[in-house]
């Protein structure tokens, strides 16, 4: 168990390097300062994405709106993953599908930023919550994995881990969002 343990380290220090020679960092600031520009205009986040990215979703969203490192007023950031009324009743009326796409179109409007989450990059309700966005003149950002999918020609960002197992995606998913909750932290306050 142990030597295994230790061939995950190995592997994900190897998988930190290739992802940084890949233009991945470059890529996270590009989307750092667009999502502080974004809320420097009183606009929000607006974050989704299915299983663990529905739990990233919402990690991202309790970051920002409580608080990361530093004392300061909250940001507004909605996970358009936790309202169970919200969702059954869009999945049983319109199909689960249509869950963010739906949200999109009665919470946000132009100058907000949709944040949408998808290990494979071709989430179907993702995707539908992007074209939905891009409808209303929101900016896009996907954070993928793999390929980049379905999603990454879709979105005006993509932040793409190009790795194909998901539990080294999902980690490298979460280390973003830390990294740009510490930097917008740095740009706003």
Known sequence: MFQRFEEIFEQQRNNIEYVKKCGYLQEISTVTEVLAETLKHSNKILIAGNGGSAADSQHFAAELVARF??????????????????????G??????????????????????????????????????????????????????????????MCDYDLTVPLDETPRVQEFHIMTIHMICE??????F
């Open 183 to 188: 930097m917008i932290e740095e740009l706003m």
């Open 92 to 153: 049983n009326d319109y199909g689960y599908n249509r869950v963010f796409s739906r949200q999109i179109e009665a919470l946000a409007k132009s100058g907000d930023v949709f944040f949408g989450i998808s290990t494979s990059g071709n989430s179907e309700n993702v995707v539908q919550a992007v074209q939905k966005a891009k409808e209303m003149g929101i900016v896009t950002v996907g954070l993928l994995g793999k390929s980049g999918g379905t999603l990454k020609e």
């Open 69 to 90: 490192l530093k004392e300061r007023a909250g940001i507004p950031a909605i996970a358009l993953t936790t309202d169970t009324s919200v969702l059954t009743s869009i």
